[in-house]
């Protein structure tokens, strides 16, 4: 059974960084794609960042929402089934519960998420 456990949120002030990690299973992890979401107070969730399952013999590809590019880095570590998201330079609208997922939106149940909150 698909299982995500998102750790690592807190309480940051403007402009300091996090490290978010997911543990993955109950699939082959190294196989998909995966994404990170997250869900502002009061608004839909939305869409983060995307790693690619191969990773070309060099580096993975990725891919952000326009908002956090140059800010969040998104990486994964296979041996670990663990999805990683190092968020950087965060703003207060970075404020919100994030959540990982494999490619689709229904890959597999959502996780409790973790609570990130910036402010000074």
């Known amino acids: 059974q698909v299982h995500f456990a998102e750790s690592g949120g807190g309480l940051v002030q403007p402009g300091g960084s996090l490290r978010l990690s997911c543990r993955a299973s109950?699939?082959?992890?190294?196989?998909?794609?995966m994404k990170w979401y997250r869900q502002p107070p009061g608004k839909e969730r939305e869409w983060v960042a995307t790693?690619?399952?191969?990773?070309?013999?060099?580096?993975?590809?990725?891919d952000y929402t326009d908002s956090v590019r140059d800010r969040f880095i998104i990486d994964r570590d296979n041996d670990v089934n663990t999805l990683y998201l190092q968020m950087n330079n965060l703003k207060p609208e970075d404020s919100a519960v994030y959540y990982c997922?494999?490619?689709?939106?229904?890959?597999?149940?959502w996780g409790q998420g973790t609570q990130v909150t910036v402010s000074s």
């Open positions: 109950g699939f082959t992890f190294e196989n998909y794609r």
């Open positions: 790693i690619s399952s191969n990773d070309y013999g060099t580096r993975y590809a990725t």
């Open positions: 997922n494999g490619p689709t939106l229904t890959f597999g149940p």
